[in-house]
């Protein structure tokens, strides 16, 4: 296991990190259609993965409305784990009650539900407090300014994003950085090679202003498990009843018809080439792997052995590469009467 640092900070992270999605399952159906470990093979995932090396754990307030922050929190005490030996992230802004209040990233909803992960957790700090996407009912500030305050207050050593726009997180940092306010260090965001889309504007800008990725959903929901093919679809699969995250499968087949027997000449599993392909791609910092049993977790911890050839990554590229669009084509254009003088 190899470690990467969180963005412009001090704190290494491992470039594997545990995701608790399927930690709990209750509540509505989309979490139960997720998983639905309890307390025993949530212990299970957990000691598997800290003996594997991975420091890292990322779970949310929403995750089965809570219940998924509770397991986690005990399977901390369960197994005997030193606090400070882990970096644990949660997140918050989706609904945790029936009140216009209950949701969202007003300072109320921020500081009170920072207070409520801190309880279920069972812990005295969280060391990356994120927001879980974008609330355009609250002003920027207002948000920036509570969680600064909860670093201030020691209760968050670091703050981070999910699922933000480029100009969203700019216009963050920027403000951030006029105000002298902790400034987010990650953002959390979909990215697979069957998903390139943060390529285009998002991936520049955190290469640019050093901010840490963090890649959920690397397996597309598991189209990518290597259980899906144009004439695979396995009845049990999530996506049956949860057909998320989007995915162009025309062309995610194509990208399938690659990596298999890729996969097959290395004696390794489709999925781990999918997660290799991400741990080569400098932008990223940790790769979220989450799984519902004990061989799912088994096989993607072994991506970090996997090493792809230049030519093998040139494949794969060309496969799954994003189709030109503006002004991303004209910015490239417009370049090359520059890039002639140097090198």
């Known amino acids: 296991m190899k470690y990467n640092l969180l963005g412009n900070t001090g704190l290494l992270v491992s470039e594997l990190c545990l995701g608790t999605m399927t930690f709990g399952g209750s509540g509505t159906s989309m979490w139960a259609s997720i998983g639905q470990l309890d307390q025993e093979p949530v212990d299970q995932l957990v000691k598997r993965s800290v003996d594997a ?18 397991l986690t929190g005990q399977a901390i005490r369960n197994l005997g784990l030193h606090r400070d030996d882990l970096v644990i992230a949660t997140k918050v802004r989706g609904k945790m009650g029936e009140g216009p209040n209950q949701i969202g990233l007003s300072r109320k909803h921020i500081i009170h539900q920072a207070e409520e992960s801190l309880r279920r957790l069972n812990t005295d700090y969280i060391d990356l407090y994120q927001i879980h996407g974008f609330d355009f009912l609250t002003p920027l500030e207002e ?14 050593r670091y703050i981070g994003c999910s699922n933000l726009a480029a100009w969203h997180l700019m216009k963050a940092l920027s403000y951030s950085e006029h105000k002298d306010l902790a400034k987010f260090v990650s953002l959390q965001a979909y990215y697979t090679i069957a998903g390139r889309d943060l390529e ?6 955190l290469l640019d202003q050093k901010v840490g ?20 679809q396995p009845e049990d699969s999530r996506r049956v009843t949860f057909d998320f995250p989007p ?10 018809d690659v990596m298999e027997p890729m996969a097959a000449e290395k004696g390794i599993s489709v999925a781990q080439i999918a997660l290799a392909w991400l741990l080569h791609q400098p932008v990223v910092t940790t790769v979220i792997i989450g799984a519902k049993k004990p ?11 996997v090493v792809l050839s230049a030519d093998e990554l040139k494949k794969l590229d060309e496969i799954s ?21 140097i090198g």
Do not use: C, H
């Open 53 to 70: 090396g991975i420091n890292f754990i990322d779970t949310a307030n929403v995750y089965s409305e809570g219940v998924s922050e509770k």
């Open 143 to 156: 948000t920036l300014r509570a969680l600064d305050d909860l670093v201030s207050s020691g209760k968050v």
């Open 200 to 205: 285009r504007e998002v991936v520049p800008l």
């Open 213 to 232: 990725l963090m890649v959920w959903s690397p397996l597309a929901g598991g189209l990518l498990s290597g259980k899906y093919g144009r004439n695979k």
């Open 247 to 256: 995915v162009n499968k025309e062309k995610a087949y194509d990208i399938l």
């Open 295 to 305: 061989e799912q977790l088994e096989d993607n911890l072994k991506a970090v052995d």
């Open 321 to 341: 590469k994003l189709a030109p669009e503006y002004p991303g084509w004209m910015v490239d254009r417009q370049s090359g009467d520059r890039k002639k003088y």
